[in-house]
């Protein structure tokens, strides 16, 4: 098991180890993911007034609009892909219990598959942790449950190869990746 899934297994029993609170519970999707072939779930625990943390996963290709992001060179001819990625979120709310502006951190463990049109069935494969400050803002639908939650970060990325080549292209990864995205769940 690597250090950061090492710390996401710690850091998740302890908190939830704590006890005293009795949180709510919440699972959730990211919804952009299933639009570019990907997958996400996430389960939230409200461990007391202001504090959540939460464990999720997630995959998805990136759109080729979106490798300059990852990597350069860019181009339409790179698929960059995240294969399997495993987070821990923790988040402090800055007014009202589990409602509004939050501030928090992501660190994940995730692993990349690029390729390139230009050569056929080659592919390159690393691993990355990604430690992300956000700031978001989570938006109670009513009584009924659901949220909205709009999130933004900047990442710091560091992978077990910062310079994957597929073919005879090698590529320099970005060290430093903004994200925003849009999660909708469910508070039982």
């Known amino acids: 098991m690597n250090r950061i899934n090492k710390l996401i297994v710690t850091a998740t029993m302890m908190f939830m180890s704590i006890g005293a609170y009795a949180g709510d519970f919440s699972l959730e999707v990211d919804p952009s993911t299933y639009a570019f072939e990907g997958y996400a779930g996430h389960a939230r ?3 007391s007034s ?3 943390i939460t464990l999720g996963t997630y995959g998805m290709t990136f759109p080729s609009m979106l490798n300059a992001l990852v ?3 860019s181009s339409s001819q790179t698929k960059i892909k995240i294969k399997s990625a495993y987070a821990f979120f923790i ?4 007014s009202e219990k589990n409602n509004g502006f939050f501030v928090g951190v992501q660190l994940a463990n995730q692993k990349y598959e690029l390729s390139n049109s230009d050569f056929p069935g080659e592919k390159s494969e ?3 942790t990604l430690v992300m400050p956000r700031f978001g803002y989570k938006y109670n639908l009513g009584s009924s449950g659901l949220y ?3 999130w933004v970060g ?11 080549k597929v073919g005879s292209q090698v590529y320099k990864l970005n ?3 903004p994200f925003a995205t849009l999660h909708l769940g469910y508070t039982f």
């Open 45 to 47: 625990y409200q461990f």
């Open 50 to 52: 202001s504090w959540e």
């Open 71 to 73: 990597l350069s060179p």
């Open 91 to 94: 988040d402090k709310y800055l």
């Open 126 to 128: 690393y691993d990355s």
């Open 148 to 150: 909205l939650l709009p």
């Open 154 to 164: 900047v990442g710091q990325v560091s992978t077990s190869n910062n310079n994957p």
């Open 175 to 177: 060290s430093v990746i």
